[in-house]
């Protein structure tokens, strides 16, 4: 669906990470909350969640908006970043029941990021595959939904061992890097491409660019940078 200005810009005004009461483990999301009320996901149409993203306490709140209700906790395979993974929301979402990898917290010693990376991705298809073989659902027409940071797990959908997966799976990308990935790659699956969208581009990129800013005059004040001491050289790296 394509959503409205109505919806977007009240919910995102409303949205305040930093505000007091706020559980930051699984924090409030105005218009993830909206969406959801306005685009409920049908019962029987969701078989599971695999999301291979960072992972925060905003994370929880997607999954937990997307599968609660709907989907066993057991079903939900979550793939995070070790630059980036919260340990406290990562111990949260396992209490919830939800199968977090173990590779989302520890970068191995030798090799490469995204050799491990890539590990562990085909060690969660393969053991989405025998949940599915176990309770003998491959005619079911409910679908996983996995959503992707990189574009490294749709790729991996598709290789050979997985085939019998690629009925049962609806895709999400989220970064412009991941659908340059995917362009070689012979689609076999829906995959959306949010990377690109008005909604991430005009608004969502702006508001993280406002957080990072904020962080980082509290860490420079606190080192005693202020009062227009110092130089600072910012090196970005797309629209953020």
Known sequence: PVFPESLIAPALLRFDPHSAGSDRLRPAMPLL????????????????FVGVQHLFGSTHTLVHALTGGLVDPSRVFLLGKPYSTSLAATVRMRAAGYRVHRGSAQLEEEGDFHSQSD?????????????????????????????DDGGRAIAALHRPEFAGLLPRFTCVEQTRKGVRELEGTDLRVPVINVAESRAK???????????????????????GLH????????IGFGSI
């Open 33 to 48: 909350s909206a969406t959801r009320t306005r685009y409920p996901v049908p019962r029987g149409a969701l078989a599971g």
């Open 119 to 147: 590990r562990c991705i085909l060690e969660m298809l393969a053991a989405i595959r025998r949940v599915l073989l176990r309770l003998e659902e491959s005619a079911s027409r409910a679908r996983y939904l996995l959503i």
């Open 201 to 223: 581009l005009d608004y969502e990129s702006p508001i993280i660019a406002r957080s990072v800013l904020e962080h980082l005059d509290r860490i420079l004040c606190q080192g």
């Open 227 to 234: 009062g227009g001491k110092g130089s600072v050289v910012v």
